[in-house]
């Protein structure tokens, strides 16, 4: 399969700083890719799509200035999560569409953000 | 929109024996079936797919089987073995490769040596 690359793994900040996640597609060349977030033990919860070279679009209720998409190039997406609190502690995951495999979705290994 | 139900949501297995995880879409204009192995602490790995043009998929030990009538889908998992145990999503998605993917709730699957 395809090859999603998403750093850092693991990351503890303390409350009211920003946090930024890279996803990266390794192998191919993504137009679109999608952020979730994961909590403990639920099913993954798309926040936002986002579209390379122009604006994400986020699902309901997430809040756009909270957290930062920017999608500069076909291999790069990032996730900035800004002024951070603890109830933002989850685990993001990213993921792309591979359009030389049929368009499947491939995941990145996921982000556990812990906000103290 | 779409909304997938998946079960159970629990499923202990003994290693050798077969595990079954079904879901059912509510949308009949879905026409893509994934599925996806979450270890724990890493991102879901793609392990096998299906269209609405196909009943069955088979891949070694995994197969996926779609009932479009019935509108639901299920996985099933031969000769199981301990590395097998994790969670299951399953997902459905209409407009292949240009709509969102509907998740599934995840199913914890443990094989029990």
């Known amino acids: 399969g395809a090859v999603v690359s998403q750093h850092p793994s693991r990351v503890i900040c303390k409350s009211g700083t920003s946090v930024k996640i890279e996803c990266r597609s390794l192998?191919?060349?993504?137009?679109?890719m999608f952020w979730y977030r994961q909590f403990p033990k639920q099913s993954l919860m798309l926040m936002a799509t986002?579209?390379?070279?122009?604006?994400?679009?986020?699902e309901q209720g997430v809040e756009k200035d909270k957290f930062l998409i920017n999608h500069a190039s076909l291999t790069l997406s990032t996730l900035t999560v800004t002024s951070a609190h603890p109830e933002d502690s989850s685990f993001y995951i990213c993921?792309?569409?591979?359009?030389?495999?049929?368009?499947?979705?491939?995941f990145g290994s996921g982000t556990q953000l812990s906000v103290l | 929109g779409e909304n997938v139900e998946q079960h159970p949501s629990t499923l202990s297995v003994q290693e050798g024996d077969s595990a079954v995880i079904k879901c059912t879409y509510s949308?009949?204009?879905?026409?893509?079936f994934p599925w996806y192995k979450q270890e724990l602490g890493k991102g879901p790995q793609l392990i096998i797919d299906?269209?609405?043009?196909?009943g069955e998929k088979k891949d070694q030990r995994i197969a996926v089987t779609l009932n479009k009538t019935a509108k639901h889908f299920s996985l099933h998992i031969t000769e199981t073995q301990p590395e097998d145990s994790a969670v299951y999503f399953c997902?459905?998605?209409?407009?292949?490769?240009?709509?969102?993917?509907?998740f599934g709730t995840g199913t914890r699957l443990t094989i029990i040596p």
């Open positions: 949308d009949s204009a879905s026409n893509y």
């Open positions: 997902a459905a998605e209409s407009n292949f490769g240009n709509e969102k993917l509907t």
């Open positions: 192998d191919f060349q993504a137009t679109t």
């Open positions: 986002s579209n390379e070279g122009s604006k994400a679009t986020y």
């Open positions: 993921s792309a569409r591979d359009r030389g495999q049929s368009e499947k979705l491939f």
């Open positions: 299906i269209r609405s043009n196909v």
